[in-house]
């Protein structure tokens, strides 16, 4: 049986790698779903038209997560779609890989605008929708194991995925009243265009991959199915926290 028959999805920055998985596997268990992009039309489609063949239903629209007026924009569109959103993944993310001593200050400020302020944005419209519909929701955010650990090349970025972490650990307080559970996920190293680069280079792919106890790097599907579960009714007693989805890295310190 399907976990989201009858659910609203939102997903933001859903047109490749992890949110694109998600998207399609919320869309197979139910949903209907809105593929958000800051941009990038014809990915957006293929989303969709790939939904579509599978029998679910999506739209996309388009939607900038750092921009609070195109955050408006998108959430008073799936609201004039759907009539309601039950759930919010907060995907859009982006990591330009530099050195500490290169990192600009517009660089830092375009990473904080889209990974932790974009998650502000829409957890703030989408929770408004939810506690006057009344029937409770999912906020769902994809932090990082760099919420826990530190990375060479990714100063700027790890603060975000801490400060993602946090946010979800306060609304979880201030939104479990209206019903609304707020999670994180936190992903080891998935393969995806926002790594795709770093990993060309064979000694870094086989630092990472000889670190990570099942033996390999994850794939956008490893998320999708904890995104799934937690959007569903069996997490309904799971709120403020953290699952870690990284094939055993984190613990494997000795
Ligand atoms: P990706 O580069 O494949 O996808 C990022 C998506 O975000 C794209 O669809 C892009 O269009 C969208 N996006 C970028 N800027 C946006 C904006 N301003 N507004 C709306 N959408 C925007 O990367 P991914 O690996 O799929 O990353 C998805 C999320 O997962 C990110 O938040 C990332 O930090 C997190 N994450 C990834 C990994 C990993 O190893 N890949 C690990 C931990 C956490
Ligand atoms: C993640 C984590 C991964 C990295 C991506 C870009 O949060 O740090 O290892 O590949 O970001």
Known sequence: MALLNGKVALIT????????????RLA??????????????AQAQAVVSEIR??????????????????VEHLFAEALH????????????????FVEWFELTEALWDQVYAVNLKG??????????????????????????????VGGKFQTHYTPTKAGVRSLMQSLAIVLGPYGITCNSILPGS?????NRDHYADPAIW???????????????????????FLASDDARYVNGADILVDGGLFVNLQ
């Not at 992890?18 to 998207?23: L, Y």
């Not at 268990?29 to 941009?39: F, I, L, M, R, T």
């Not at 989408?126 to 009344?134: F, L, Q, T, V, W």
Request: hydrophobic letters at 40%; proline letters at 3%; a negative charge.
């Open 119 to 148: 998650a502000f944005l829409c957890s703030r419209q989408a929770s408004k929708i939810m506690r006057d519909h009344g029937h409770g929701g999912r906020i769902i955010s994809l932090s990082s194991i760099s919420a826990l």
């Open 13 to 24: 920055g859903a047109t490749r790698g992890i949110g694109r998985a998600i998207a399609v």
């Open 206 to 228: 086989q630092r990472d991959v000889g670190r990570i106890p099942l033996g390999r790097l994850g794939n956008p599907e490893d998320i999708a199915g904890v995104a799934a």
């Open 81 to 96: 779609h759907y009539q309601t959103v039950d759930i919010l993944v907060n995907n859009a993310g982006i990591c330009p």
């Open 28 to 41: 197979e268990e139910g949903a209907g779903v809105v593929v958000d992009h800051p941009g990038e039309d």
């Open 53 to 70: 063949e599978k029998g679910g239903t999506a739209i996309a629209i388009r939607a900038d997560v750092s921009d609070s007026h195109e």
């Open 190 to 194: 998935i393969l995806t265009d926002i």
